[in-house]
């Protein structure tokens, strides 16, 4: 589009934000605000990409400049991340050198949105890369799945088989997860890498910090509880191994105090036997002296 073109369109200070027309279901609202929470996550560092929640879209493609298209979600690349230093009350593409979003994401909700119909001949006319339609609640479902991803083709929508779809000219895939959200377990979207693994929030990682801290700690418990078992079990058996020194040395001392009682035995029995021995020396002398006696006198006289 040629600047003078541009020159008569409305800028954004006068075109309205939205339609003000309020979402009719809490996934309107939550999952695109959730992808949005990722991708600040994902790409903080990042100003050259944009994510509009239920934002009107304004654009030259229809008979109405001032007739925006509003996708419950929608990224933009090669954009500023804040216009201007400022926020963004809509997107005008023709203040965004007609960039037009390379995602649009689109809820499904009980009431009828065209989504499978008007809204995917906006997107395609606008040149909208990707188009998401996500119907958790499977309103109206027919013969859609709960997640479909299109990716534009000359002109026209083809579907995307499997999931998460990976979308490279974007840098990520998207598809459906579960996470914990107030207590309970509820599908949502979330942004994937090229080998299928989730991107997760930085709640979840925290999360899987604190729980990983906590089996950390868990081993660690078990592993001082092992050492403080081990050091029972070494101290039990140093206990063992003096008890059975003692043992060993008191059976030592017995035996030494067995030798010793032994010994004092043997010598006096030596000691009776050597009494026993100068006793019958002496009666075998006294009897030599009194035949001795005998033989000089002669039988002594009887008393």
């Known amino acids: 589009m040629l600047k003078s073109e541009t020159q008569n369109l409305p800028s954004s200070a006068e075109l309205p934000c939205s339609d003000d027309t309020p979402v009719d279901n809490e996934e309107q609202n939550f999952i695109p605000n959730f992808l949005l929470f990722l991708l600040e996550y994902l790409w903080g560092d990042r100003q050259d990409w944009f994510f509009g929640v239920d934002m009107a879209v304004y654009h030259t493609t229809g008979t109405n400049v001032r007739v925006p298209v509003i996708p ?55 040149g909208v890369l990707y188009y998401v339609i996500y119907n958790p609640k499977q309103f109206g479902r027919g013969s859609h799945q709960r997640l479909e991803v299109y990716k534009l083709v000359k002109g026209k929508y083809r579907g995307q088989v499997r999931e998460p779809v990976w979308m ?55 592993e001082r509880q092992q050492r403080e078992l081990a050091q029972q079990q070494a101290e039990q058996e140093r206990q ?3 008890l059975a020194q003692q043992q060993a040395e008191q059976e030592r001392q017995q035996r030494e105090l067995a030798q010793q009682q032994a010994e004092r035995e043997r010598q006096q029995r030596e000691l009776a036997q050597q009494q026993a021995e100068r006793e019958r020396q002496q009666r075998e002398q006294l009897q030599r002296e009194l035949e001795r006696y005998r033989q000089q006198l002669g039988d002594l006289p009887e008393l």
């Open 168 to 222: 490279p000219e974007i840098g990520l895939g998207i598809g459906r997860g579960v996470r914990n959200y107030g207590g309970v377990q509820r599908e949502v979207l979330y942004w994937f890498d090229e080998e299928g693994n989730r991107y997760i929030s930085t709640e979840e990682a925290e999360q899987q910090v604190r729980t990983q801290l906590l089996v950390v700690r868990e081993e660690l418990e078990v």
């Open 72 to 126: 419950d979600g929608f990224l933009a690349l090669n954009v500023e991340r804040r216009k201007g230093g400022d926020s963004r009350s809509s997107y005008v593409m023709w203040e965004e050198n007609n960039v037009a979003p390379v995602l649009a994401l689109e809820v499904v909700s009980q009431t009828p949105g065209g989504e499978y119909s008007s809204k995917e001949e906006i997107y395609a006319k606008l």
């Open 240 to 242: 063992q191994r003096e």
